[in-house]
């Protein structure tokens, strides 16, 4: 079983949508979350920390389920400019290393 | 400050060649990354280091090796090219006493081994 798990879409929907990804972690020990995002060809970029409490920033809400090792990305409103590869990432083994998904990738259409 | 610089951008190497990638970073930051990425397998960790002088394996090590003699570069050695080493490469840099808010990405280099 992978550590970080992700369904590697691709997800495709209309602008103005609002889409979910979710993401499985299988270390209960983690200790930090992340979503990243890739645009093609590019290196991943921060997009958020994700906190137990949920959070969020503008269009994106990201939720942590500790409990089912469990972490969510919420994009309302989708933009044309969303369309990239999200990343889920843990911090693992004593939290200098990240461990990341293999990311979902979301086409925002006209 | 241009943050975390690659060289080179592309290589194409054969079979049983070496060659170094270099990672540099002037942001004075500790903690320094190796990812290679290949499609369906997401980032996967090489080496890091933690300090100057200082270097560990990571996930998938075998066949690279790494040195850090100076803090702000981390250099990828492949001694001998294999084919299965054909990936794109991301060094990466954590500043220090900011724990993992963000990992500041170089902009990788493709790597092609026939």
């Known amino acids: 079983r992978k550590e970080v798990e992700q369904d590697p879409g691709p997800f495709n929907v209309p602008e103005g949508a609002t889409v979910a990804f979710n993401c499985t972690y299988s270390n209960s020990a983690s200790q930090s979350f992340f979503w990243y995002r890739q645009d093609c060809r590019k290196e991943p970029k921060l997009l958020m920390s994700?906190?137990?409490s949920g959070n969020e920033d503008g269009r994106f809400t990201a939720q942590l389920n500790r409990a089912s090792q469990y972490i969510s990305l919420l994009i309302r409103d989708s933009k044309l400019s969303d369309s990239a590869t999200y990343l889920c990432v843990v911090t693992t083994g004593g939290g200098n290393k990240l461990t990341f998904g293999t990311g979902t990738q979301l086409k925002v259409e006209l | 400050n241009a943050g975390v610089t690659q060289t080179p951008k592309f290589r194409v190497l054969k079979t049983g060649q070496s060659m170094t990638l270099l990672c540099a970073q002037d942001m004075n930051h500790e903690y320094m990354y190796w990812y290679r990425q290949d499609p369906g397998m997401g980032l996967r960790l090489i080496h890091y280091?933690?300090?100057?002088?200082?270097?560990a394996k990571g996930e998938v090590p075998d066949g690279y090796n790494v040195s850090r003699l100076k803090k702000q570069n981390f250099l990828l050695g492949l001694e001998s090219a294999a084919p299965s080493q054909t990936s794109v490469y991301f060094c990466a840099s954590i500043p220090p006493g900011r724990g993992f808010n963000e990992q500041f990405f170089g902009p990788g280099t493709r790597l092609t081994v026939l």
């Open positions: 994700v906190y137990s």
């Open positions: 280091s933690v300090g100057e002088g200082t270097t």
